[in-house]
Every structure is written in structure tokens, then in C-alpha cells.
């Protein structure tokens, strides 16, 4: 293992080295040396995986250029850094990406051709980086994007997954997951820095000593130590030069450790402590809504927040010789919901512990740097972990924990005296059997900013989940509405959609995308209006083979592309989804299809493994789907797919090609949605629930190009109380006959029984998504969805809109306000050579 021990040396023939070429000849001739010298291949080469490799490592080489650039501009500025924390970063593919981002795609795919390979089929050799679960995950992608080309000096931080997430088979219509050991042939993407590895202790206890200037200080002693080695990927801005980092950490047992372990005669012991450590970053989470009580999951948490916290303390020691008078005001660290949240305590402790400061200078530093950024209003999905295991787990994270707790509970008391039941239910410790730490009450009492992630969702914070903190600490809470990057979600996703944009008004929108809104003006334009439709078309087919392929269903480019990609969740209701294909194929067999519109509904996305209900709806739609698919009287009135293993990669195929976007979750459930920016984007139609970042998208697009329906966040909350789901079926004769079919056992004949956990969830008037409630408002959405379709001119003049109108929901824009608002950086520019 490199240590920083070594010798260091500064050998004065090392200069900077001339900047490489990009132009097609220079690509072509580093190509062939990679893929003769380094890959040892030659004209039997047997696999595309090589040319990819091969490609890859020449595009890397100029990557790596911008990026040694970016880091002396940022390190010689001494400018105010940012740091995203997140549990999660779920990449996808990187070899388009920056092909694109430094504007040599045309270059490399003119090298390609002159050596006789097509681009593509060496980008789909690429495994997606999928180290995240979904919305969250994609965010902090997008994020990192905006970031390196606003140039921001931004690092991201996370843990590098062994494996990510589960890849999701059909078979028999349900779910069965595999493990996806996506760095099997290696990642060319990654660059190993065990130069910068930290020791992460675990377990021990704390204990006080009188330090060699004599003050008490605290120690953590009989720890079980791990390494965190840090993997650097580059995240190249849009053709500005910048090249910023995220920086992942992976587990490693001590050199120590075993040496003790092996000493003492056990070898076997000495290999099984091995694995323990190295565990820690084996395996991504593949639940999105908090999994409590796993051990395995906090030490995930607390060896991203102290490798983190411990690398930038330290490059701050050795840079401003341990003076922590502007640190402060020179570091911002933004989380990623509470999964790292254990940054806050950990900060103390290393300024306390390490760096001998006291708690007051310590909190100040602390609560000064801190931001946290909340993604659920779900109250079951707020993280909490059994304070016994905490603190057998973080002996000395609890015991500051607890401190911070007790000087928070005065300040409560103080600001409300008397006051005991606000200060229990505000305590970072929840009572009862077991006590509780409550992760996001942590978090807010450490950060000095808390946000939302769409208004609606902010709002609600301030008025129901935090309540008591809003009213206690006003300005600390803020929105920031989310967004999606438009060079994956347009530019690369959608070339045919980009190059029609840029004739039409230049190429100023893919690095600021409220100049797309120029487009709208072309809606009035028949010769666009074809060109769009055209476009739309070609993706469309795209698509449809891709559903082919995955699911062998056919769908006919003629009929209407309706969508719903997103993890399988109760509050999403890919439930009323369905309920509405059952109602259209009910219509098909009473002959009821005067004035038909074909429609194709695609459905995809994972089930969290224990979540039976979810894994339970992914069987139904593939049921229906079979029952649909296989009656010839449906024909091609109505198609039904379940897309398996959803992915960054199939939504890059999936958005671009449908017409209708499905947003269904139950008002006031869904903190921001991201999919439904992706969808609008390329020109699809939204049917959505005021839900989230619906609300705003329907603001920008004008609610005559935006299919609303449902309860407001506000009735559903009205309603619960009254909520009589037999009542409601009773008295619609649609929806009797739905259910009647799902009773009767019509998509589950030799399976009697099988859906009625659906069937009773639906029924019972504790159904908290209440899903009978905006049926019949569904439907008659629905309608008005298949009626305008048919008037081709008019939809299509839509889809302009809708894409005209997505300015606002760029990262550039998010990112551009947490930087005005919350972290305050300087962008740097980078001398492109
Ligand atoms: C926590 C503890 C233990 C195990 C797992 C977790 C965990 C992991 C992932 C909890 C939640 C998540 C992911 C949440 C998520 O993706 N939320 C989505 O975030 C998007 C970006 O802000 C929003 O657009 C979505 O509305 C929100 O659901």
C-alpha cells in the first residue's frame, strides 16, 4: 500500500507535456496503439470490448490533460470548494458523455469509420456505472455534469459498489434479480489514488487522556480500523476545459490488522476479518425508501462521511498549514439526504479529536458548512437507527450525537419554555423501547441550509414534516427544484431532435436551455411541425425494437407511446396505470371503440427485493399484459409491455420515443419526480397528478399542453378521513367492471387468489394512495389524451411546446441556484489549450 510517507521528489525534467490532438488522424493513431501495445490485440481480435477499451483509453488521455489543468486551477486559486455527498451516483455510461463534452464525437466516429467500426456498436460494449437506486442517484450525475460546466469547483463523493444495482429478470412474469458485477473487465473511467487512502475506525469506545499540552482531550481506542482507497472518475464539463472529480472510496482491510490476526496463530480468522472490512462497499442498497436496521448499510454511511471528511481536513492541513480560520468559509458540504449524514458529528470529531479544537469553535465550523437536501415527505422513509447499534457500531459519533442533542434541547427549551412535548418530539433521539436517532433531525440541526427538491415538496416540508424546525429556524429552509442535464437528456439521448434545434436557432441552448423557448414559434410552421414528427417517428421505431427485443411484443409506431419508467413504489400508482389498460381492453371486448386511438403502454422499472407488493404489481402487469397481447380482438387497438431492467441507458432509448409520460403518484407523495423533465424534454405529453415537480412543469407549458387530473395534495389529506373506496366503485360502472375482471381471476386462471393483496389494498379504506379516488378523473384525463392525438397537427404542436418550455428544469438552473443561494463558489475558468 503507497503511503504519504514515502520520499517525495520533484525531478526538474518533468514538465508539463505539449496537449494532445483531437482530430480524427491523432484518435485513429492513438487508437491502434492502444489496441496493439497496451491491449495486445491484433487483426484475430475476437470481441468489440477491446476497440471500446481501446477507444476509451485515447479519449481518457485528453480527459486527463483537462483534469490535471482543473486541479492547479483549483488548488493554486485556493478558491471555495463544494463537496456532494452522496450514498449514491448512478452514472450510467461514460464514453458518450465525453465524446461529447469535448466536442470530439464527429472526430472520433470519422477515426472509427476510417478503420471500419461503427461508434455505436462500441458503445454499447460500455456496463452503465449503476451505483444508484433511482431519482436520488441520477441526480447527483446530473448534478456533477452542471457543476464541471458551470465550472464550479464541485467534488462528488461516494462509495465504489463492487456491485450496483441488481439487474432485474422476468420470468414468469415476476422479478427475479441478479447481481451486477459491473467492473468484471475492468473500468477505464477510474483512476486508483492509494496515495490519498484514510483509516476509518469501527466499534472500540472512547476514553479521555490529558494531552502533551496538558488539556483533557478525547480518544477513540480498540477500534476495528478499514482503509478507504479513493477512486477518481473524471467529470468533464461541457466544452470549457474543466474536468472536476468525483471521487469514490472503496473498502480495504489494514495491513495491521491482519498481521495481529495471523501473529496470533488464526489464519482463517485473519482472512474472514479480511472479508468483513472489505464488505463494506461490496454491495449498493437496492432499496429507496430507508432499510432500517441493517448494520452493514451505517457502516456504509459512516465510511463515505469520514473518508470525506478526513481527506478534505487534510488537504486543508496541508495546504493552509492547519489554520481553520477561513475554513469555513472556503468549504461547503452538500447532503444527499440523510444517508451521509453522519458528516456532522464526524466533522466534530476531527476538529476536535484531531485538529484539538473546542466544541463552540468546532459546532461554528461545523453548522457553518453543513447543507442538507431532503428527498421524501414519506414519514416511514425518514432514517432512523436503533441508538444501541449506533453506538456499538460509532462509539464516539454517539457520544457527540448526544452532545449536540443536549445543547440543542436547551436552545428548544429556552425558545419555548415549559414546552416538554415539542421538545420530544424535536429531539435528534426518539423514545421509546429501543430509542431511535433520527438521521434528518440530525442533519438539520447541524446545516445551516435545508431544502426541498420542487416547491410543493418544500412547502410541505415547512408546513408538516418539519414544522417545528421551520418555526424555529425560518431561514434555513429553501427550495431548489430539480432539474436533468440536457446534454445526456437531449443532446446525446435525441440527435435527431438536437440537430432540428440547432438548425433552427443555433447550439447557445445546450449549455443554456432557456434559449430552447425559441423554438416555440416554430410550432406555427407546417414544414417543422413534419420535421418533429418525423423525428419522433424514427425514435419511436427505435424504441419499439428495443421492446421487441426485450419483452416480444410488437408496437406499431402508429399508435400512441404511453410510459411509466420509475421504481416500483405503492405511491406511484403504476397501479391506476394499470387499471386504466383493463378498462381500454374492457371497452375493446364490450365494442366499445368508436373513435379509437391504438395505444402502446410500456411499464418498467424495480421492485425493492423484500417489497412484496411492488414485486406483486410487476406480476400483474405482466398477466395483463399476456392476456392483452394474446387476444385477437385487441389486436392493435392496445399493447402491453413490462420493459425488464430499467436502466439510465434504456431511458436514454425510452424517452425520446414515447408520446405520453405517466406522472401518477398520489399528490403529495412524490418529492420532485425526474423522469417526468426527461420526458418533456424530447417532446413527450405529461398525464399527471399536482404532484412534485408536475406543478411546475404544467406552469411552464401552460395547462392546455398538460393532462391533469386527481386529488390536490390538500383533498387527499381532506379525504382520508372520509374515504370510502366501495363507495366509489359502487357508483362507477368503469370500475365496477375493472374490479370485476381483477375478482373474477381473468389475469390469473390457473392461480386462484393471486392478486387480492391488489384487490384488498385497492378496497380498503386505509389505502393510503388512494387509488380509487382518481380513477374515474384518470380516465376521463385519459380521454382527452386519446382525442387529442388524433388530431396530429395539433399534438405535434404540443410536443413543441412541451420541449420549449423545459428551460427551467436544466441542472444548469438547480445547480445554478444552490450556488447563488447555498454554497457561494466562484466559477473557475480553465486556459483551453
Ligand atoms: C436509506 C437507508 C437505508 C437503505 C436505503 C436508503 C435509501 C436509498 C435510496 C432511501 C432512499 C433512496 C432514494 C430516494 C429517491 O430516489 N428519492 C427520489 O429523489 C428524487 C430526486 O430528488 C426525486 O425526484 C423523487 O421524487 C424522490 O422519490
Redesign the pocket.
Known amino acids: 500500500m503507497l503511503t504519504h510517507k514515502r520520499k517525495t521528489i520533484h525531478p526538474p525534467g518533468l514538465t508539463e507535456l505539449p496537449p494532445l490532438p483531437m482530430d480524427a488522424a491523432s484518435l485513429t493513431s492513438d487508437f491502434r496503439r492502444y489496441f496493439t501495445y497496451n491491449l495486445g490485440q491484433d487483426k484475430y481480435c475476437r470481441t468489440t470490448y477491446f476497440y471500446y477499451k481501446a477507444l476509451a483509453l485515447t479519449v481518457r488521455d485528453r480527459l486527463m490533460e483537462r483534469w490535471t489543468r482543473t486541479r492547479y486551477a483549483h488548488l493554486e486559486s485556493n478558491c471555495k470548494r463544494g463537496y456532494y455527498l452522496s450514498l ?1 451516483f448512478l452514472m450510467g455510461r461514460s464514453l458518450g458523455n465525453a465524446l461529447l463534452n469535448l466536442g470530439i464525437n464527429d472526430d472520433a466516429t470519422e477515426a472509427l469509420h476510417g478503420l471500419g467500426i461503427k461508434l455505436e456498436d462500441l458503445s454499447d460494449v460500455e456496463q452503465d456505472a449503476g451505483l444508484g ?5 441520477r ?1 447527483a450525475a446530473c448534478f456533477l455534469d452542471s457543476c464541471a460546466t458551470l465550472q464550479l469547483p464541485v467534488m462528488g463523493y461516494g462509495i465504489r459498489y463492487e456491485y450496483g444495482m441488481f439487474r432485474q429478470r422476468i420470468v414468469d412474469g415476476r422479478q427475479v434479480e441478479e447481481p451486477d458485477h459491473w467492473l468484471r473487465d475492468g473500468n477505464p473511467w477510474e483512476q486508483e489514488r492509494p496515495e490519498y487512502t484514510q483509516r476509518i475506525r469501527f466499534g472500540g469506545h472512547s476514553e479521555q487522556y490529558r494531552s502533551d499540552s496538558g488539556e483533557i482531550r478525547v480518544r477513540w481506542v480498540a477500534s476495528r480500523d478499514v482503509l478507504a482507497v479513493p477512486y477518481d472518475i473524471p467529470i468533464p464539463g461541457y466544452r470549457n476545459g474543466t474536468v472536476n472529480t468525483l471521487r469514490l472510496w472503496k473498502a480495504a482491510a489494514t495491513d495491521a490488522f491482519d498481521l495481529g490476526e495471523f501473529n496470533a496463530g488464526d489464519y482463517a480468522e485473519s482472512v474472514a476479518t479480511k472479508n468483513e472490512a472489505e464488505n463494506i462497499t461490496m454491495v449498493l ?1 437496492p ?5 432500517n436496521g ?1 448494520v452493514l ?1 451505517l457502516r456504509q454511511q459512516y465510511f463515505l462521511a469520514s473518508a470525506t471528511l478526513q481527506d478534505v481536513v487534510n488537504r486543508w492541513v496541508v495546504v493552509r498549514k492547519g489554520d481553520f480560520k477561513d475554513f469555513a468559509a472556503s468549504n461547503c458540504f452538500q447532503l444527499n ?1 440523510t ?1 451521509p449524514s453522519c458528516a456532522v458529528p464526524e466533522l466534530m470529531r476531527i476538529l476536535m479529536d484531531h485538529q484539538g479544537m473546542g466544541w463552540d469553535q468546532a459546532w461554528e465550523i461545523t453548522r457553518q458548512t453543513m447543507a442538507y437536501t431532503n ?2 415527505l414519506l414519514p416511514e ?1 425518514l ?1 432512523k437507527w436503533p441508538l444501541p447499534l449506533f453506538g456499538h457500531l460509532l462509539p464516539r459519533i454517539l457520544e457527540i450525537v448526544l452532545e449536540i442533542n443536549a445543547r440543542f434541547l436547551s436552545e428548544v427549551s429556552s425558545h419555548w419554555p415549559g414546552d416538554n412535548q415539542r421538545m420530544q418530539r424535536m429531539s435528534i433521539i426518539e423514545e421509546g423501547a429501543v430509542p431511535q436517532v433520527r438521521m434528518a433531525y440530525l442533519a438539520i440541526v447541524g446545516s445551516f441550509s435545508i431544502n426541498g ?1 420542487a416547491a410543493l415538496h418544500s412547502q410541505l416540508l415547512a408546513e408538516g414534516l418539519f414544522k417545528d424546525f421551520y418555526e424555529l429556524w425560518p431561514h434555513k429552509f429553501n427550495n431548489k427544484t ?1 432539474g436533468v442535464t440536457p446534454r445526456r437528456w437531449i443532446v446525446r439521448c435525441n440527435p435527431g431532435l438536437s440537430g432540428l434545434v440547432t438548425e433552427k436557432i443555433g447550439d447557445g441552448w445546450i449549455s443554456d436551455l432557456q434559449q430552447i423557448k425559441q423554438i416555440a414559434t416554430c410550432a406555427d410552421d407546417p414544414g417543422f411541425r413534419q420535421r418533429w414528427y418525423d423525428i419522433k417517428q424514427a425514435n419511436k421505431e427505435r424504441l419499439s425494437a428495443l421492446v421487441q427485443t426485450q419483452c416480444g411484443v410488437t408496437f406499431p409506431a402508429a399508435g400512441l407511446f404511453d410510459v411509466q419508467v420509475k421504481r416500483i413504489h405503492e405511491y406511484k400508482r403504476q397501479l391506476l396505470n394499470i387499471l386504466h389498460v383493463i378498462h381500454l381492453y374492457d371497452r375493446i371486448k364490450r365494442g366499445d371503440t368508436e373513435g379509437w386511438t391504438n395505444r402502446c403502454v410500456l411499464i418498467g422499472g424495480k421492485a425493492a427485493p423484500g417489497y412484496a407488493m411492488a414485486k406483486l404489481i410487476i406480476k400483474l402487469v405482466n398477466n395483463v399484459a399476456r392476456v392483452v397481447n394474446s387476444d385477437p380482438l385487441v389486436g392493435d387497438k392496445l399493447k402491453v409491455a413490462f420493459l425488464p431492467n430499467y436502466s439510465v441507458t434504456a431511458m436514454e432509448v425510452i424517452c425520446p420515443g414515447s408520446d405520453l409520460s405517466e406522472q401518477l403518484s398520489t399528490a403529495g407523495k ?5 423522469g417526468n423533465m426527461k420526458f418533456m424534454m424530447n417532446g413527450a405529453l405529461t398525464i399527471g397528478t399536482l404532484d ?1 415537480a408536475n406543478i411546475e412543469i404544467r406552469e411552464e407549458v401552460g395547462e392546455e399542453n398538460f393532462f391533469m387530473f386527481g386529488l390536490t395534495a390538500a383533498e387527499v389529506d381532506e379525504m382520508r378521513w372520509q374515504y370510502d373506496p366501495h363507495g366509489i366503485i359502487s357508483r362507477d360502472a368503469d370500475l365496477q367492471r375493472v374490479m370485476n375482471l381483477l375478482r373474477c381471476g381473468h389475469f390469473n386462471l390457473f392461480d386462484a387468489g393471486l392478486f387480492d393483496p391488489i384487490i384488498n389494498a385497492i378496497c380498503s379504506p386505509h389505502d393510503p394512495w388512494m387509488v380509487a379516488a382518481d380513477f374515474r378523473s384518470f380516465i376521463e384525463a385519459q380521454k382527452r389524451v386519446a382525442a387529442a392525438y388524433q388530431d396530429r397537427d395539433q399534438w405535434t404542436r404540443m410536443s413543441i411546446i412541451n420541449t420549449a418550455c423545459s428551460g427551467k428544469f436544466s441542472t444548469d438552473r438547480t445547480i445554478n441556484d444552490y450556488n447563488q443561494e447555498i454554497w457561494r463558489l466562484q466559477a473557475m475558468p480553465i486556459k483551453v489549450a
Do not use: F, M, Q
Open positions: 449514491e437506486n433511482g431519482g436520488l442517484g441526480l442498497y432499496n429507496d425508501a430507508s432499510e441493517k448499510r439526504d444517508h428527498h421524501t422513509a432514517e427538491v430539480n412524490e418529492a420532485s419526480g425526474t412534485g
